[in-house]
């Protein structure tokens, strides 16, 4: 193996890099700065001659990078700070690499830095852009590997397409049978919500519309049967009870209310989500759900919760009643709840909510009443609405008159509050884009929405959407209807682009089915798939079995190929060397395993030093045709005459 030389190091230089770009948008800033640095400096090292720096400049830069992690991140030890710091000493080892050795050893650590980008991403996209630094990584280890050091680069290329070929089978076989370890990808620390949008367990003016600006994916939707009509996707997030004057937030986890009763008529709505990672327990469901995913539990206000936050894409199936009764009887201490507001503030609110209390007006009629207020008076549905005063309820009912889904869920339940009726805020999605390719439903963060339930005597908690008042066609169609300049969405997602809406469309049919067929393997999944395919239940024993048959026959299978792979363009030459030992052999000398060509020619040459010339000759040109130039036909054509005439 011989001393790498630039070739090789623009391969490797290549391979780094592409695997440092996977990375671009994980790392600060200061890494990636620190990581080209690195790169250029050590490519023009080897292109001008420059010295190699010594351990005086790499030790206190190991130090440095060290200690910038350190306080970046208050650890080592995280997932963030253990690829940065990788990518770190990776390009420092880089600076002082000069054996065949060294070059190998990065090549696996680009590799392993390579596997880490599904700490932060499992996504096809991702998948498909690791291959490009996998297969010039894999260029670069033949490269390095090669005795002659200096391989054409199209030859080169083809070597490591055909060895990552060779490796395909292996590797399916292993994601096939390899027992699936449950739980998220490894178990590393990471910062909790960093990058993350979705619902909070709070709301206050802006929350809502701001999340509504995102076209990010919150959860996908596939229905067992018809999809239910827009009116009915309500999909439950957190139910806020508490008011401040000014922020929505849950009632305690620590007051022990009962759950609440539910009765449902009809047939329920089966349907299963796959849902994108939000760091919080809330899991969505329709609207009223029956039945709960593994791993979960109900809330006492009938909110899905997973043991843990949701810190990776998952999938669920559950069951749902779009007619419902929900506790026809409220305990003492959830109605004090369901009535909180302040002691004071928003006078004018709670002065038209005394008037239809002295009025005579039931809970139904005031309802009806705040529903025609926001429907007849010049009410505005914006994502841009102004701010409010230190009166937010007065200011909006009263003054700015504009708002988001967040505003008049807010006002009504507050107005509900003011006037007797028991009162809550919903947030969750509503509605969402039946995908025709894959036959399910996209729900975005713009689809986010908050809405009210009233509890009335003898319904129970009903809902209530004063959004539905002031613009129908946002229940009714969606965001991007009641919101025409719906520039927020991602360009291929909007309507006024058919062209690249299909193509976005198609894409997402081909994203989900990889997070159902390979990111949805787990434990379960792989031991359905292998009992159908044995056609009984198999155990974990059954398994091992398979998986180490499996891997033992595609390796015996490639050892096999690979034996009687020919190889053109030495079999000649090694058929002519054979020929000359024969003939020597027949001289009373023969070649003993150990030997080499140089030393056996040298033992002959003392021994029939006759033939020393002949001897010579045939040896110098084998040894030169065999480990350097293996094309040269003329070199062949002597070789050939002089074994022949040996």
């Known amino acids: ?173 292993l994601f096939l049978l390899f027992p699936r370890i449950p739980g998220p990808l490894w178990g590393l620390p990471q910062h909790s919500a960093q990058g993350i949008s979705g619902l909070s367990d709070s709301m206050e003016p802006g929350n809502i519309s701001d999340l509504t600006l995102s076209g990010k994916i919150a959860f996908r939707v596939e229905f067992e049967g018809n999809v239910p009509p827009a009116q009915q996707l309500y999909w439950r997030g957190p139910v806020l009870w508490h008011y401040d004057g000014r922020s929505w937030t849950m009632a305690g986890q620590n007051l022990s209310l009962p759950t609440e009763s539910l009765a449902v008529q009809g047939q329920p709505t089966r349907y299963s989500i796959t849902l994108e990672p939000s760091h919080r327990r809330s899991l969505l469901l329709l609207d009223m759900p029956t039945s709960l995913p593994p791993d979960s539990i109900i809330s006492h206000d009938f909110q899905a919760l997973a043991k843990e936050p949701v810190r990776s894409r998952i999938r669920y199936q559950a069951s749902s009643h779009s007619s419902y009764r929900l506790a026809a009887d409220i305990g003492a201490r959830e109605l004090q709840l369901a009535l909180q507001i302040p002691d004071v503030g928003n006078p004018k609110t709670r002065a038209l909510a005394r008037q239809w209390l002295d009025a005579g007006k039931s809970p139904e009629e005031i309802i009806q009443g705040t529903l025609a207020m926001f429907r007849e008076q010049p009410f505005v549905y914006t994502l841009q609405p102004p701010l409010l005063g230190k009166e937010p309820i007065d200011d909006f009912l009263f003054n700015t008159r504009r708002g988001f889904c967040e ?23 509503q509605g969402g884009e039946l995908n025709p390719v894959g036959n399910y439903m996209i729900v975005r963060q713009s689809d986010a929405h908050a809405w009210a339930e009233v509890w009335l005597s003898g319904k129970g908690w009903t809902r209530i959407d004063p959004t539905g008042a002031v613009s129908p066609s946002r229940i009714e169609s969606g965001i991007e209807t009641a919101i025409p300049n719906a520039s927020f969405l991602p360009l291929m997602a909007r309507k006024d682009f058919p062209l690249l809406r299909k193509l976005y469309l198609n894409l997402d049919a081909i994203d989900n089915a990889w997070n159902h067929w390979v990111l949805e393997y787990n434990q379960k999944r792989q031991m359905e798939f292998l009992s159908r395919l044995a056609g009984s239940k198999l155990s974990w024993q059954d398994l091992a079995a398979a998986m180490i048959i499996a891997v033992g026959s595609i390796g015996l299978i490639l050892t096999y190929c690979i034996l009687r792979e020919k190889k053109p363009e030495q079999e000649p030459l090694q058929r002519l060397y054979v020929k000359f030992l024969r003939k020597i052999r027949r001289m009373g000398i023969t070649r003993h395993h150990h030997e080499g060509p140089v030393d056996f020619s040298k033992r002959a040459i003392a021994l029939i030093p006759e033939k020393a010339s002949e001897i010579t000759r045939i040896t110098t040109i084998y040894t030169r045709l065999r480990y350097r130039n293996a094309g040269d036909t003329e070199s062949l054509k002597t070789l050939k005459r002089l074994v022949n005439t040996f």
Request: with cysteine; charged share 10%; net charge positive.
């Open 1 to 173: 193996m011989q001393k790498p030389n630039i070739a090789d190091l623009r391969w490797l230089l290549l391979g780094l890099g592409l695997v440092m770009a996977l990375h671009v948008s994980h790392f600060a800033a200061w890494v990636s700065l620190i990581v080209v640095i690195l790169g250029i400096w050590r490519y023009l090292i080897a292109h001008y001659r420059w010295p190699m720096p010594g351990i005086i400049i790499l030790m206190p830069l190991t130090v440095l990078s060290a200690l910038g992690i350190l306080f970046s991140y208050r650890g080592l030890f995280g997932r963030d700070a253990s690829v940065e710091l990788l990518a770190l000493m990776l390009m420092l080892k880089l600076m002082e690499a000069r054996t065949p050795r060294d070059y190998i050893l990065l090549v696996f650590c680009g590799y392993f830095l390579t596997i880490t980008t599904f700490l932060f991403s499992q996504s096809m996209a991702y998948g498909a852009a690791m291959l490009l630094p996998t297969f010039v990584l894999t260029a670069t280890l033949v490269g390095i590997s090669h005795p002659n050091g200096n391989l054409d680069w199209r030859l080169q290329s083809g070597i490591a397409g055909t060895l990552l070929a060779q490796a395909t089978p292996v590797m399916l076989a």
């Open 407 to 429: 505003h008049y869920a807010s006002s009504f339940v507050y107005l509900m509050r003011a006037a007797g009726v028991p009162a809550r805020v919903v947030t969750g999605y």
